[in-house]
């Protein structure tokens, strides 16, 4: 019977503390200026060839088997890097959205809805490529599939821009990301 209570206590701290990893720990957004400072830049093109299996396959076809790991290593750890900005890029616009959904504008309830929804699955997703980036770090021969998180982020930040223009019309947001 006490054993069957510390697994439920157990099973309840983990949920408990998924949530709050997932929600991260940006303060609230309340205008263009709250977002600038709170957001990691991200260079798509860098974080794309990074993740881009061609370009895997590209050095390892060209470098011998020592100097690929290590320059494998190396791009690992830069992927690291921008898988946790977009983490973190993730937790601000989670808590962009949830202001958003606070508002009287029905559109601009539907697009923070959206937005959190689509941020929460991101950045769930971080966690688990980045446990495979490190998986990778120790076994390079393994190959992670972090492609489409950078499709994703870029859907997500498109759907910030968006929730952005509705909240802010005479500001403008879309130079932010």
Do not use: W
């Not at 303060?27 to 860098?46: F, M, N």
């Not at 750890?77 to 959205?97: D, E, F, H, P, Q």
């Not at 490529?129 to 870029?154: C, D, F, M, N, W």
């Amino acid at each position: 019977m006490m054993s069957t209570i510390l697994i439920l206590l157990f099973a309840l701290l983990a949920v408990l503390l998924v949530i709050r990893q997932a929600k991260g720990r940006a303060s609230g957004i309340k205008s263009p200026e709250d977002l600038r400072t709170q957001l990691c830049v991200v260079d798509i093109d860098a974080f794309r060839n990074l993740t881009d299996s061609s370009e895997e396959e590209f050095l390892q076809a060209h470098l011998s088997r020592r100097e690929y790991r290590k320059v494998q290593r190396q791009r690992l750890r830069a992927t690291l890097v921008y898988v946790s900005c977009v983490a973190k890029n993730a937790a601000v616009l989670i808590r962009m959205g949830e202001e958003a959904r606070r508002s009287a504008d029905a559109s601009v309830v539907e697009a923070g809805t959206k937005l959190v929804n689509n941020a929460l699955r991101l950045r769930l997703q971080t966690f688990q490529v980045k446990t495979k980036v490190y998986l990778q770090i120790v076994h390079p021969g393994a190959r992670t599939p972090s492609e489409e998180l950078v499709s994703q982020y870029e859907q997500m930040t498109r759907q910030g821009v968006l929730l952005g223009r509705l909240q802010y019309p005479a500001r403008g947001i879309s130079g932010v990301f």
